[in-house]
């Protein structure tokens, strides 16, 4: 699908434009910062584009309120007791430096992770350690997820994965069959990954965000809204993401 970009400013609001070739207008108002973006069919000028944001900026000015209020991690340094997500739950990290031990992490209780690494390991090395760990953890999930979901939807992936990204929680090719979901979601309830598996699947049978798409996530996951809810209102990482 051929797109177009550009930004403008609308009653100072900085907007991007996406053009592309779509019957209907959408706006939307992304974390953590509450960036507006239009998707906007090719036909419709840029004086239309302006007037139907500025109809919706009462409620723009609302979703962007709500993510100024959202809780924010800051980068984490990988130093003892600091504060790490574990499928939405809060855990102490305690850093133990030894030559003798794999680096590995090891949930002792709900409430600490115990990060092994070697005494010369510095933060970035120690990251690493952490997110193979998240990695190995989400791969079990989906892997359940797929196989609760897929018979349901009535689709089959061809392929999936995990990945870091830093604007999305999943992606679809549905060409391909293909799927990614964000490392990141590790970090998250259960129930915000689940929607996301099923946002993605959904997108195997609708390529858009439509009435169709919709409906089919209504019957597929009728509480998908509230999922979605929660997922915007975790806190965020010092990175950017949307959904």
Known sequence: MNTERQHIEIRGLQVEIVRKDI??????????????RVAAPIRLNKDAVRLAVISRLAWVRRQ?????????????????????FVRGRRYRLSVIESDETARVVVPRTTRRLELFVRPEDGRECRQRVLDRWYRELLRQ????????????????????????????????????????????????????LEFIVVHELVHLLERRHNDRFRDLMDQTLPAWRQHRELLNRAPLSHQSWRY
Not at 23 to 31: A, D, I, Q, S
Not at 149 to 175: F, L
């Open 23 to 36: 019957k209907n207008l959408h706006v939307g108002v992304y974390p953590p910062n509450g960036r507006v």
């Open 141 to 192: 999930q989906i892997v359940e997820l797929l196989a609760k979901w897929e018979p349901r939807i009535g689709v089959q992936v061809r392929k999936w994965g995990i990945r870091k990204m830093r604007t999305r929680w999943g992606t679809c090719n549905r060409e391909a069959g293909r799927i990614w979901v964000n490392l990141e979601l590790a970090k998250k309830p259960p129930s915000c």
């Open 64 to 84: 962007q309120a709500k993510f100024q209020q959202q809780e924010r991690q800051s980068q984490r340094e990988m130093v003892s007791g600091e504060t790490h």
